[in-house]
């Protein structure tokens, strides 16, 4: 008989996702959402909890935290958790990607009564 492949982090034995996060199941910020980027501030130092340091060797680049989660085989409750630790000791910084201005997504109004003069010639 053939089992399914366990998928990891919603397969795993929930005591190894309650160790991971020493029990709680909510992060301390509301810093993370699924696109906010993630930076390393330094790199992992000995003793630290495994996942803590690979995601700062993962986010020498900005990283979203959905990457993370995906990288890590974690849900993304619980990578917000491990990013929420490592913000408030500094190890890491999080921001959300910036949207463009409206005047930057619109093309120069010279450009558009070029446009309107062209139509007007057909």
Same mark, same amino acid.
């Given at each position: 008989? %053939?089992?399914?492949?366990? #998928?990891?982090? #919603?397969?795993?034995?929930? @005591? !190894?996702?309650?160790?991971?996060?020493?029990? !709680?199941?909510? *992060? @301390? *910020?509301?810093?993370? @959402?699924?696109? +906010?980027? $993630?930076?390393?501030?330094?790199?992992?130092?000995? /003793?630290?909890? *495994?996942?803590?340091? +690979? =995601? &700062? #060797?993962?986010? +020498?680049?900005?990283?979203?935290? $959905?990457?993370?989660?995906?990288? &890590?085989? &974690?849900?993304?409750? =619980? $990578?917000?958790?491990?990013? *929420? @630790? &490592?913000?408030?000791? /500094?190890?890491?910084?999080?921001?959300?990607?910036?949207?463009?201005?409206?005047?930057?997504?619109?093309?120069?109004?010279? =450009?558009?009564?070029?446009?309107?003069?062209?139509?007007? %010639?057909?």
């Amino acid at each position: 008989m %053939n089992r399914p492949r366990p #998928r990891p982090g #919603r397969d795993d034995a929930p @005591d !190894r996702l309650y160790t991971l996060t020493q029990g !709680r199941s909510r *992060s @301390d *910020s509301d810093a993370f @959402d699924l696109v +906010t980027l $993630v930076v390393s501030e330094c790199e992992p130092t000995l /003793g630290m909890q *495994s996942e803590h340091a +690979t =995601i &700062l #060797r993962m986010c +020498t680049l900005p990283t979203a935290v $959905v990457e993370i989660a995906a990288c &890590l085989g &974690l849900p993304v409750g =619980i $990578v917000r958790i491990l990013l *929420s @630790d &490592l913000l408030a000791t /500094g190890r890491i910084s999080a921001r959300h990607p910036r949207v463009a201005r409206v005047a930057d997504r619109l093309p120069a109004p010279d =450009i558009l009564e070029q446009v309107l003069v062209g139509l007007r %010639n057909l």
